[in-house]
């Protein structure tokens, strides 16, 4: 059917049923499409996928691997459109064929691997007059791009760049990185850029127990080893580059961990790191002008006890799509304040057991700060200079006390309501051993299932250092007591564990992704309204298949598409290329792909 005329109101869709299905499930009345794969050509004249012949050239012309986060900007009108997508990692097991460790990868696999991170912008068509998509081919697609771990050159911006900690000898200014790395989430800008978050970049570098005595805690305090030359896991990058080993080059690990910000629509132009937006395991950033015109980016730091954190711009966002507007708007993450949460419960401490029983008053809920951190180049933690706090944000939030949450990851304000939705993805460690025990926040021991965290600024005003926040959803299996769907009928409520992703259609509605599902069925897609008597009334959407997590989500501004990304189908341990736990999607072996959904009668998504 052709599109028809209306937006997005109350979800009306039909839940689809939890599964195991190596297969992309989606509602009754819904269809969905591959828009972009594994090694799908992205450069013009770029070569297909042939897995026994990929070299970095190939790959770094193709599509890259571990897709997560989704964005699809217009272009021109409802017809064309830019869809930029992370790429994550990679799972070499699957890549390559004959496949033992990383250790036996060839220098030239390595840097296949390298060229399959990073994030790629394609140019979309809308096919016949419905929401589905597909990449528009030909030789003259002057936006389609690669960026890559290997070799793109990014600039640092604000305080920090420039800085001692970010003088290596390839950089004795500190100012160029040469690639990205773990790109998870993100997010798109209102002045059409995208924020991508540099997130578990620990697992590229080696040789930390080799790095100056001095800087070791700092090292550790972002997961690189200071005790084995090469601790498991390792990616044996150092083969392929020697900055990846940090005993000869100790600061190459401080020019990762950062939000990038990418325009799709300057292909020429470099990329940015903006040391402004602080040093974490990003997940992402999201944007939202405030009622003064500045802009406020909500970013998640995504390890058990870490924190969620804001950036307030100094200047404002200029509306308008003028040449001089979009350049203005261009500078608005480059200098600003860092703030980290501070979260209190307002029920008393007895009442929080652990146990996910709610307390007396009826809610999960509370007040809390933003504390502020760096505000340009001053700093207000006692003993650390702005680039200390801004490249060692981790430790700044540890000396001001921040509340250690529960897996901050993506963060994202409704453009509604300028409320703020966190996923709190899970926490195996709350409450176990000598580790932190449960908050009004994170009232659950060993958390396996995640939960939503609602926050709402003062006075509605984004730039507020204070706020209210609540609980709307305890994520697991409804029949499990210690769950929560803002009061809801738990009969009409579909199943949800390990909420990683949030994305919001036109009518408000909610939209979680997940990641882990430790219920034993496949990650999938959920939606919720958030606001009215609906709230709570959580339903599954999209089931991913087998292996796979759920990212994106991203649905069009005119609501008729639905855009996931199947991030790593078929990883399980023993799988290989040869022996592959997912086919998906075209029957032979596994390859993480973009897909899109739609109505087949041309209606909004969800309603
Ligand atoms: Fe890459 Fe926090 O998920
Ligand atoms: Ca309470
Ligand atoms: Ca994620
Ligand atoms: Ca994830």
Redesign the pocket.
């Given at each position: 059917g052709t599109l028809k005329k209306g937006k997005a109101g109350p979800l009306t869709f039909k839940a689809i049923p939890p599964n195991r299905l190596d297969n992309l499930i989606v509602p009754n009345g819904y269809d969905s499409a591959v828009v972009m794969r594994w090694g799908d050509p992205v450069l013009p004249g770029a070569p297909g996928l042939d897995v026994t012949k990929q070299t970095a050239k190939r790959q770094s012309a193709q599509f890259g691997y571990n897709n997560?986060f989704v964005g699809v900007l217009p272009l021109r009108g409802d017809r064309r459109a830019l869809l930029v997508v992370n790429h994550?990692y990679t799972n070499e097991e699957l890549m390559f064929p004959g496949f033992t460790s990383l250790e036996a990868l060839t220098v030239d696999q390595v840097e296949v691997a390298m060229a399959a991170h990073g994030l790629s912008v394609v140019e979309l068509e809308r096919v016949d007059g419905t929401g589905q998509w597909q990449p528009v081919r030909g030789r003259h697609l002057p936006y389609n791009r690669r960026i890559t771990a290997l070799a793109t050159s990014f600039a640092f911006t604000g305080p920090a760049a420039g800085s001692a900690w970010l003088r290596t000898a390839a950089d004795p200014k500190g100012t160029t990185a040469i690639g990205t790395l773990?790109n998870?989430?993100g997010g798109v800008t209102p002045w059409g850029t995208v924020l991508s978050g540099e997130?578990?970049f620990n697992q590229y570098f080696v040789g930390g127990d080799g790095a100056p005595e001095a800087l070791k805690p700092k090292l550790a305090r972002y997961g690189i080893s200071t005790t084995a030359r090469v601790p498991a896991g390792s990616r044996r990058w150092e083969r392929a580059q020697e900055r990846f080993d940090l005993a000869k080059h100790p600061h190459e690990a401080h020019r990762f961990g950062w939000i990038v910000e990418v325009d799709p629509f300057d292909p020429e132009s470099r990329p940015r790191k903006h040391t402004a937006l602080g040093r974490l395991?990003h997940?992402g950033a999201n944007v939202i002008v405030a009622k003064n015109g500045k802009v406020v980016a909500y970013m998640?730091d995504?390890e058990r006890f870490d924190y969620l954190y804001k950036f307030v711009s100094d200047k404002k966002y200029l509306p308008g799509d003028s040449a001089y507007a979009r350049r203005h708007n261009l500078t608005l993450l480059e200098s600003g304040t860092l703030y980290v949460a501070k979260v209190t419960g307002d029920s008393p401490a007895g009442e929080i057991d652990g146990s996910g029983k709610l307390p007396s008053d009826g809610a999960f809920d509370g007040t809390g700060t933003w504390i502020k951190l760096v505000s340009g180049n001053r700093s207000y933690v006692p003993g650390m200079t702005a680039a200390d706090v801004l490249t060692f944000t981790r430790l700044a939030g540890d000396a001001v006390l921040a509340t250690k949450m529960d897996?901050p990851?993506d963060v994202q304000p409704s453009l509604r309501t300028g409320k703020v939705y966190a996923a709190m993805?899970n926490n195996s460690n709350r409450g176990v051993g000598t580790n932190p025990g449960p908050d009004e926040a994170n009232p659950r021991n060993a958390n396996k299932h995640g939960h939503i965290f609602e926050l709402v600024e003062q006075g509605g005003d984004n730039t507020a250092e204070s706020f209210t926040w609540s609980l709307p959803i305890v994520c697991g299996d409804p029949a499990d007591p210690s769950t929560y769907f803002a009061g809801y009928d738990k009969a009409a409520v579909s199943p949800i564990s390990c909420p990683?992703n949030v994305a919001f259609d036109s009518a408000g509605n909610l939209w979680i992704s997940t990641?882990g599902n430790a219920l034993g069925a496949n990650d999938g897609l959920f939606a919720t309204a958030i606001e009215g008597s609906e709230r709570g009334h959580l339903k599954q959407f999209l089931t991913v298949p087998y292996g796979a997590e759920t990212c994106g989500p991203f649905i069009t501004g005119d609501d008729r598409s639905v855009f996931a990304a199947v991030q790593h189908p078929g990883e399980i341990t023993g799988a290989s290329l040869e022996k592959p736990a997912s086919t998906w999607p075209d029957g032979d072996f596994a390859k993480p792909a973009v897909v899109v959904t739609w109505r087949l009668d041309g209606g909004p998504v969800g309603s």
């Open positions: 997560d994550e773990n998870c989430s997130e578990n395991k997940e998640g995504d897996r990851e993805t990683d990641d």
